[in-house]
């Protein structure tokens, strides 16, 4: 029986989502909440291989190879982590989830979003967040930010500008069409404000568990 918390975080490349993971643990904590924080691809060491796989600027996966790799690593990570620690009653933070795939994979390649729904439900078993904070920024604020960053840029951060559109886009239909799971964030704002606006987005979450 799951009895545990999943906050996913979602947003195009540069949105600042490892940052406000980062700083929503802090927050859980001081608030006597010890969050387990998680990132996509990746998480356990199988998932973790795939990442490399998946970001490795000289693979060059088909459409279709892309979506099944990431659904793989998706399911080894719910199978290893996510189900055994939301059956204990831990709260997780996760940076990525079935969301991305959506825009990534089912939107801006166009397998279409809901052929890659049905195969991500089969590898989590069905599993949904409780909450998905979903980081809205401009594309040059996405490409400022990638731009800053002191490495090189993976095989998904090399797409092109028409790409990452598509993506942004298929976050917004996503965050209309489900509006209580999925809330909209400015994370054009400082992280301060970014952090304000989702401890606000999962103020209900807290309120239902005692720990807070």
Not at 38 to 57: C, F, K, M, Y
Not at 82 to 87: D, I, Q, T, V, Y
Not at 170 to 185: G, K, S
């Amino acid at each position: 029986m799951r009895t545990g918390t999943l906050i996913t975080i979602e947003g195009v490349d540069g949105a600042g989502k490892s940052t406000l993971a980062d700083r929503l643990r802090a927050a859980l904590a001081e608030r006597q909440i010890e969050a387990v924080l998680l990132r996509e691809p990746g998480g356990v060491e199988l998932a973790e291989r795939i990442r490399a796989l998946l970001r490795d600027p000289d693979a060059k996966p088909a459409a279709r190879t892309e979506a099944l790799l990431y659904a793989a690593a998706r399911a080894q990570l719910t199978s290893d982590q996510l189900e055994p620690l939301l059956a204990a009653g831990a709260w997780v933070l996760l940076d990525r989830f079935v969301d991305s795939s959506l825009a990534y994979q089912g939107a801006a390649r166009g397998l279409g979003i809901e052929a890659v729904r049905g195969l991500n439900a089969f590898a989590t078993g069905g599993l949904v967040p409780d909450r998905t904070l979903y980081l809205r920024v401009s594309p040059g604020t996405s490409r400022a930010r990638q731009d800053a960053r002191a490495r090189v840029r993976d095989r998904m951060e090399r797409e092109d500008g028409d790409f990452f559109a598509r993506v942004a886009n298929a976050y917004e239909q996503l965050a209309r069409e489900d509006p209580e799971r999925i809330r909209t964030i400015d994370a054009e704002r400082d992280s301060r404000d970014v952090l304000d606006q989702a401890l606000g987005a999962i103020a209900d979450l807290l309120e239902r568990d005692p720990a807070r």
